[in-house]
């Protein structure tokens, strides 16, 4: 857009959010509902900014990531590996495909009561069930990764001196890198999205168990001060991922081009 | 001093797609390559010829036939016979220095010496600046010429080229012969070198090894050595363009066949 600038671009990237939070305030502040119903921005920020200080959100905040992190990481592990083993061993592909083709559209958190069952209440059944959840994008976008590596990067490498080893390792990663990080990209979001909804079932604190708490207490500034925190730590994580991407993938095209 | 001669006998080679019939590719093929010679595999697209190629460097295995270098089978991909393909087939997320030295990597050289070759590479193909660039911000030309130092880094004695020119520009390409032509002066190697361009075949090569379309056969060995001469020095001359014209006049009935084949 030429004579708009970097300034007035920013301001219109945010102009959406700030639109919805200052018609939110006017509502509020208009009294058409009661603020029960709906506490004006301007009351949800103090109480966020209260909460942050006391030290609240903070360990709400570390709690529900640990759990998210960790699910996310065991997806990652056990994604990568699977979705690799699918694309070289035939009898692995026969075995997962059509695991693959049900799992992945399933809304998984399906399985949470049986995840409680098995694995009780507390850190273990979440991180299992954040687990489960985003495991099924890594191992799908792993797969079409592997299989998808030029053959002849593999020969050149071959030719060069490699070995079988080395090529999975040196050759067939590195150059499926994008591709699953894209995979790892979609599963994040779903790693928290899927923490907060485990939190709020099951109890276990977190940012998804303390707006539930406040709901039980009729708190409802302490409930959309939960949401707000929980909206800003997805934007920070989906932001850091990206980041990470750039720094990471600084040789492929897409980051060159940017 | 070692010995490079390579010897196709009876080779044939059949092609299974994972669904359909299969595919007959290569029927026969007796063929040797001299030591230190740059022959041409010639024909129409489709005839075998890269498959051929693939049988000599070991990354197809050979089912009918023989195939030796020094005369030994081959039975693998291996560091004396190092291949530059089409599409470059460079590390995205190396660097060309890193490129150059992965190869290096696998020899047991002290660190110092590998970059020392590897830089006197960089220097061969005329890539100085760019050591620290990655493939993606390189001209088709370049990442040839990247790719081409990858592969000698090894020094191997056969040069395996897989239509290396096929994806440049005409100008790049015809300067990228004179380097090829420069470089195997300076460092001088066996190359087989798989290419449908009449014209560069004959201007690179000391002899064409014409293919007729599939099943791919040897239909003639054309002998383009001018007397020791190559690439400029001979490009304008008579002699050449009766070279080109007896070429042009073997390949072109098997294109014509390939291509009605293509088109049924």
């Known amino acids: ?258 | 001093m070692t010995a490079t001669g390579i010897s196709f006998r009876g080779v044939s080679h059949t092609y299974r797609p994972p669904r359909g019939q299969p595919v007959l590719a290569l029927q026969d093929v007796s063929l040797e390559v001299r030591e230190r010679e740059f022959l041409a595999l010639l024909g129409p697209s489709g005839c075998g010829k890269s498959t051929l190629l693939y049988l000599l460097g070991g990354f197809l295995p050979v089912e009918t036939g023989e195939i030796t270098v020094a005369a030994k089978r081959v039975a693998g991909p291996g560091p004396d016979r190092g291949i530059v393909f089409q599409n470059f087939a460079l590390y995205p997320w190396k660097t060309v220095r890193q490129n150059i030295l992965y190869g290096l990597e696998k020899q047991r050289l002290p660190r110092a010496e590998r970059e020392r070759r590897a830089q006197e590479l960089v220097e061969l193909v005329h890539l100085r600046g760019f050591e620290n660039s990655y493939p993606a911000q390189l001209s088709g030309g370049m990442k040839q010429r990247v790719a081409i130092a990858r592969t000698l880094a090894v020094d191997p004695a056969i040069l395996l080229m897989d239509e290396p020119f096929g994806a440049l520009d005409a100008q790049t390409r015809a300067l990228m012969h004179e380097e090829l032509l420069a470089i195997i002066r300076r460092r001088p190697k066996t190359v087989v070198f798989v290419t449908h361009d009449v014209r560069e075949a004959v201007y690179l090569a000391d002899r064409v090894a014409v293919m007729s379309a599939r099943p791919g056969r040897i239909k003639e060995i054309v002998d383009t050595s001018f007397a020791g001469e190559r690439g400029a020095e001979i490009a304008g001359t008579h002699a050449f363009a009766e070279k080109v014209e007896h070429i042009w006049g073997l390949v072109r009935n098997e294109a014509i066949l390939a291509q009605e084949r293509r088109e049924p």
Not at chain 1, 116 to 124: C, H, K, P, S, T
Not at chain 1, 188 to 196: R, Y
């Open chain 1, 1 to 258: 857009m030429a004579g708009v600038s970097a300034i007035g671009q920013a301001l219109l990237r945010w102009a959406s959010i700030l639109g919805v939070l200052a018609l939110w305030q006017g509502f509020a502040e208009a009294h058409v509902v009661s603020a029960f119903l709906l506490p004006a921005f301007s009351t949800v920020v103090v109480r966020l900014y209260h909460d942050v200080v006391s030290g609240d959100v903070i360990l709400g905040i570390a709690l529900t990531l640990y759990r998210a992190f960790a699910g996310f990481a065991l997806a990652a592990v056990a994604g990568i590996a699977i979705g690799v083993m699918i694309a070289r061993v035939p009898p692995m592909r026969w075995f997962f495909d059509p695991l693959v083709s049900i799992g992945l559209p399933m809304p998984k958190i399906a399985f949470l009561p049986v995840f409680i069952l098995w694995f009780g209440v507390f850190d273990a059944s979440k991180i299992l069930m954040v687990a489960f959840s985003a495991v099924f994008p890594v191992v799908v976008s792993a797969w079409a990764a592997a299989d998808g590596v030029e053959h002849v990067l593999l020969w050149s490498a071959l030719s060069l001196g490699a070995s079988r080893a080395q090529l999975l390792w040196e050759i067939a990663l590195p150059s499926s890198l994008p591709q699953i990080f894209t995979g790892l990209q979609v599963a994040m979001p779903i790693a928290l999205i899927v923490e907060i909804i485990s939190e709020m079932a099951m109890g276990g604190e977190g940012l998804g168990g303390s707006i539930m708490t406040d709901m039980r207490f009729a708190d409802s500034p302490g409930v959309f001060a939960g949401i707000l925190a929980i909206a800003i730590v997805g934007a920070g994580l989906v932001r850091a991922m990206e980041l990470i991407r750039r720094r990471l993938l600084v040789w492929h095209a897409e980051a060159s081009a940017a």
